[in-house]
């Protein structure tokens, strides 16, 4: 077993973080690690929390963080940041909102720029929650940075999704285009102190009549995470959510769809080192890259055909 693999399993909390940062950099012995981290995973619940930027997500989580802490659940947190495309650094806000939590050893929190990684998630965040899971945390909560087509890429990770409205904000066309609305476990409407919030109630209970979702029916929530209201609903339904997944075939069959796609992405992700790195030690090939009307899609065609080449 690796040595961090096996730390983690003693719960030392300096492997954790240090094995996070190991696959955040995407080491070249990740692999190796994160299939000992797998082996001894203990089923930890992961919750992920979406929504537009302003949605109230990291106040929401902060309270939710109270109310599991009060239940003597141990909790890690995932914040995934909003990341500059050129430095590669995250503001690292949430955890600004949550330092309140910093000195409870029942909670771990951890920061992590998204990398221009398309869906604001990258795959060390995957990987750093499974590393969470196999320290032992009760549960593992994971912020996204807002809404889009790409944000989808969360139901690849956690296993209830959680999508954060708010009345009168003008989102819900955007998040309904965006095709967010298919992947949300339960709709959760913060700030239901403000005017508005029936509306936004009517055309989400509207949506679901259209789309006559299969299996699981997204329950809608109202939380005031300023007021502390709605956390205990809110994590009862995470549960029914939980029991769900692994009672019924049809959660049976969600969670098999997400072994595939992770299969095929560390593929995908396989290949994408090997190349990249043959490309990057080729002299000839780099030079290519300094002259900008370049064909792109005959350049990848024939050096992915040479790599393949050299396999064979």
């Known amino acids: 077993m690796h040595p961090l ?15 996070i940062t190991l696959v955040e950099n995407d080491d070249e012995k990740k692999l190796e690690l994160m299939s000992d981290i797998f082996s001894i995973k203990k089923r930890a619940h992961y919750i992920g929390i979406t929504g537009s930027p302003g949605a109230g997500k990291s106040s929401l989580i902060n309270r939710v963080l109270t109310y599991l802490r009060s239940h003597d659940l141990t909790v890690a947190v995932i914040a995934v940041d909003p990341t500059s495309p050129f430095s590669g650094g995250s503001l690292l806000g949430d955890r600004t909102r949550m330092n309140q939590h910093f000195m409870d050893p029942g909670i771990f929190i951890r920061s992590m720029a998204t990398r221009g990684s398309l869906g604001g998630l990258a795959r060390a965040t995957k990987d750093a929650i499974r590393v969470c899971d196999a320290y032992g945390f009760d549960i593992v909560l994971v912020e996204t940075v807002g809404v889009g087509q790409s944000e989808l890429d969360i139901m690849k990770v956690v296993d209830t999704t959680g ?9 819900v066309l955007q998040i309904f285009k965006a095709g967010i609305m298919e992947i949300a476990d339960l709709f959760i409407i913060n700030k239901a102190d403000l005017p508005g919030v029936e509306k936004l109630k009517n055309t989400l209970e509207e949506y679901m009549m259209i789309a006559q979702p299969k299996g699981w029916q997204p329950p809608i929530i109202k939380t005031i995470s300023t007021e502390n209201e709605g956390m205990e609903t809110f994590y ?5 959510h939980q029991n769900y997944l692994y009672e019924t075939d049809q959660g049976l069959k969600q969670r ?16 994408w080192r090997e190349v990249k790195a043959e490309i990057e030690e080729d002299r000839e090939k780099q030079q290519v ?17 040479e790599w393949m080449r050299k396999g064979e």
Do not use: C, H
Request: proline share 5%; no cysteine.
């Open 5 to 19: 693999a096996e730390r983690i399993q003693n719960q030392d909390m300096r492997a954790l973080a240090r094995a």
């Open 236 to 240: 009862e339904k995470v549960k029914a």
């Open 256 to 271: 098999k769809q997400q072994l595939k796609l992770e299969v095929y992405e560390l593929i995908r992700e396989e290949i």
């Open 163 to 171: 999508l954060v409205l708010t009345p009168n904000s003008g989102d």
């Open 289 to 305: 890259f300094q002259d900008p009307s370049a064909d792109p899609y005959q350049l990848a065609r024939s050096w992915f055909q």
